[in-house]
């Protein structure tokens, strides 16, 4: 079986675009993994770092998208890394809502006086020689 140019120019892509992949793959793992420990300085760490492993696989995805295309299997892998950077980032949105939820149930006077309601008037916090009374 022969392959045409633009096949050969693609699959040829493969050993420069694997390493950066890996590089995103192995801090998603790691990223996980310190988020399950809740190791708040490990992810931070791996945060950092997926973050630079993405830069460079965006770059060179890019670059071998201008100058030929990206292999099929890679595109999947990208994608599915792309959907756990996603999930990832929903479940951190997720933490720091519950963690907002809580700290304003314990501390009620940090939220701010000029904010909403539910009902949609503005909240009156309580000051000195003020009223909760409106």
């Not at 770059?59 to 990206?70: I, K, L």
């Not at 963690?99 to 009620?108: E, M």
């Not at 006086?113 to 009374?133: K, Q």
Request: glycine share 8%; proline share 5%.
């Amino acid at each position: 079986m022969t392959t045409s140019h633009p096949e050969r120019q693609t699959l040829s892509t493969m050993p420069e675009l694997e390493p950066p992949l890996q590089a995103v793959e192995e801090q998603l793992a790691a990223l996980g993994h310190a988020l399950r420990s809740q190791d708040a300085a490990a992810v931070d760490h791996a945060a950092a770092a997926l973050h630079v492993a993405l830069a460079a696989a965006v770059e060179h995805f890019g670059r071998a998208a201008r100058s030929g295309g990206v292999p099929a299997l890679l595109r999947q892998r990208l994608v599915l890394a792309s959907g756990q950077v996603a999930a990832q980032r929903e479940a951190l949105a997720r933490a720091t809502a519950s963690l907002d939820r809580a700290i304003d149930v314990l501390i009620p006077g940090l939220t701010a006086a000029s904010l909403y309601s539910a009902a949609g008037s503005t909240e009156r916090a309580a000051g000195p020689g003020g009223s909760l009374l409106a």
